[in-house]
């Protein structure tokens, strides 16, 4: 205990587990990301994910790397790539 402060830690050894509660259950839902880059657009399929805590919704992880990956292609000309991913578009400016 350090002096005079009143405060004692302990450390101790062991396995920490966290069990999700049934209110904690994830649930994902479809939902289509639009990416833009320059001229193009693409639509790219992705799950959101819904917990109870604060940090949703959210993109998993593999989710997250195939819209990298989309907005990757897309910046470097990779069209044939891109579009193994997502929907891609060809953007037009209109003259009004």
């Known amino acids: 205990m350090a002096r005079g402060t009143g405060v004692c830690v302990t450390a101790r050894f062991g396995t920490v587990e966290r069990r999700l509660s049934e209110e904690e259950i994830m649930n994902t839902h ?7 880059e320059g ?8 799950d959101l994910i819904d917990t109870d ?12 790397q195939k ?10 000309g990779d069209l044939k790539r891109a579009s193994q991913l ?7 400016p209109v003259n009004v």
């Open 30 to 36: 479809h939902h289509t990301k639009l990416v833009h």
């Open 53 to 64: 805590t604060g940090w949703s919704p959210y993109l998993s992880l593999s989710d997250a």
């Open 67 to 76: 819209l990298d990956e989309v907005r990757k292609a897309l910046r470097g």
């Open 86 to 92: 997502a929907r891609v578009f060809q953007l037009l």
């Open 39 to 46: 001229r193009y657009a693409a639509e790219v399929e992705v």
